[in-house]
């Protein structure tokens, strides 16, 4: 039998992945190693696939039992929380409001900007949200249109938490407004209280929270909610910890986390003065977008679909429909290894477009200039890969280098300096939720993960 100071449990949409720590108050921590499983939600309960990963780690470790004093853990396994957005133009406070969501691990349903109709509140009806997400106007700015909104939420009379991130000038009359509602109101800071100015972590914070309560609905996530000894954090909101904390420590940088069901893609970066200079409109300086439809293995489909069977079996040399039908969470062969491979690499070129911003021509009085418009990835120094499909396969490197460019044509991708990383360990969903307690720990189990320690 064998003790460590920490196990971190990551309870994906596919596949438990369980890291074990020691050290961790050292100068030295030490990562011991890790089990995986397939993740158990269509069994009922994720806590089986928990204890098969434990049972792979122990086999990796050889060891006949394991003892541990904490018990820490992220998931995505019972999908993430369903937000709408409402704000008042799409630019400003609704882009703000939707990238302190997305950041905190929330998918995010509808958005709408202006003033609410009567039949968007019929379609916030249908996608049953989680919670709402009401924001809109600069401090001591637009109050009508907030109000406006206001009124019409109360009318669904949701029994679900609505955040109110807008105009602090508003805050007691929508108190007021939904006062004797069953929705609960929390109110936060105006996510964008000053022109060209974003505030999203207040936001971000709250809908962590709520995600922790939330989480517990996936079969079985209430025996780990109690198995564990601190909190149950989103698994993208961890890898965003991850990613600001080693930003700092390292420079900017982009991470791409390809998963079963989604491909995240997280940037830590302010651009370069460059493009600064012609942008816009701000962006945050973290930021994460999560592409719901791009999947390796529940969302294969859609990849699959926009690519086409017969390109791929052509790119690959064989045909895939018996894979399709019969392969396993984890790649089990190399024909299906190869087709994770091809789905990785569409994946991450697809984020990567829906992600970067771009340069564009606008006409004015004095003819024609360029502006960009979105998130500036020309300065980032670092491309990284994580999840399970990019620290596994031997092409991860390779997937990731070829979308650095040499010039910037239209989108603003990184540049051929750019390093590419990967976090060999697969722990950065773990170092991020062990930073709450042991930043400097995962600081340096990340460095020593991407071999640069």
Excluded at 39 to 49: F, R
Excluded at 102 to 122: C, D, F, N, P, S
Excluded at 174 to 188: A, G, R
Excluded at 350 to 362: M, P, V, Y
């Amino acid at each position: 039998m064998a003790a460590v100071d920490l196990l971190v449990a990551e309870i994906g949409s596919t596949t438990t992945v369980i890291n074990a720590f020691n050290n961790l108050s050292s100068a030295d921590p030490v990562f011991e190693g890790q089990g995986q499983a397939p993740t158990t939600v269509l069994d009922g309960d994720v806590t089986i696939g928990l204890k098969n990963a434990i049972t792979n780690l122990k086999s990796n470790l050889r060891l006949d039992d394991i003892k541990w004093n904490d018990l820490l853990a992220t998931s995505s396994a019972a999908g993430g929380l369903k937000m709408t957005v409402h704000g008042l133009v799409h630019d400003m406070t609704v882009k703000a409001a939707e990238y302190a969501a997305l950041g905190a691990g929330a998918v995010i349903k509808m958005v709408t900007a202006g003033k609410l109709k009567e039949y968007q509140l019929e379609e916030i009806k249908k996608q049953q949200p989680n919670i709402i997400l009401l924001a809109g106007g600069v401090d001591y700015g637009d109050e009508d249109t907030i109000i406006h909104n206001a009124k019409m939420l109360r009318k669904l009379d949701l029994p679900i938490w609505l955040i109110y991130g807008g105009n602090k000038v508003c805050q007691t009359e929508v108190k007021e407004i939904f006062s004797e509602s069953q929705t609960k109101l929390l109110i936060v800071d105006n996510v964008y209280p000053e022109i060209d100015v974003f505030n999203i972590e207040p936001t971000r914070k709250i809908i962590q929270d709520a995600f922790e309560k939330h989480i517990v609905h996936a079969p079985g996530m209430e025996k780990i909610d109690r198995m564990v000894t601190g909190s149950i954090m989103p698994t993208p909101g961890a890898v965003m910890n991850a990613a600001k904390l080693l930003k700092e420590e390292i420079g900017d940088l982009i991470i791409f986390d390809v998963g079963g069901a989604t491909t995240d893609l997280h940037s830590v970066t302010e651009g370069t003065k460059e493009y600064q200079d012609i942008m816009i409109s701000p962006e945050p300086t973290a930021i994460r977008t999560v592409e719901g439809d791009l999947g390796v293995f529940i969302n294969a489909k859609n990849l699959i679909n926009e690519i086409g069977i017969n390109k791929i079996e052509e790119k690959l040399g064989f045909e895939i429909q018996d894979i399709l039908e019969n392969r396993k969470p984890i790649p089990q062969n190399k024909k299906e290894i190869k087709l994770i491979e091809l789905l990785t690499e569409e994946a991450v070129n697809r984020a990567l477009n829906r992600h970067a911003g771009e340069i564009k021509e606008i006409y004015g009085p004095s003819g024609r200039t360029a502006a960009a418009k979105g998130k500036d990835l020309t300065g980032v120094k670092y491309i990284i890969g994580t999840g399970g499909a990019l620290t596994k396969l031997k092409k991860n490197k390779k997937i990731l280098a070829n979308i650095r460019v040499k010039n910037v044509q239209k989108k603003l991708y990184p540049g051929m300096k750019a390093d590419v990383l990967i976090d060999q360990n697969y722990i950065f969903a773990a170092c991020g939720v062990m930073a709450k307690k042991y930043p400097e720990a995962a600081v340096k189990l990340m460095k020593k993960s991407l071999g640069i320690i």
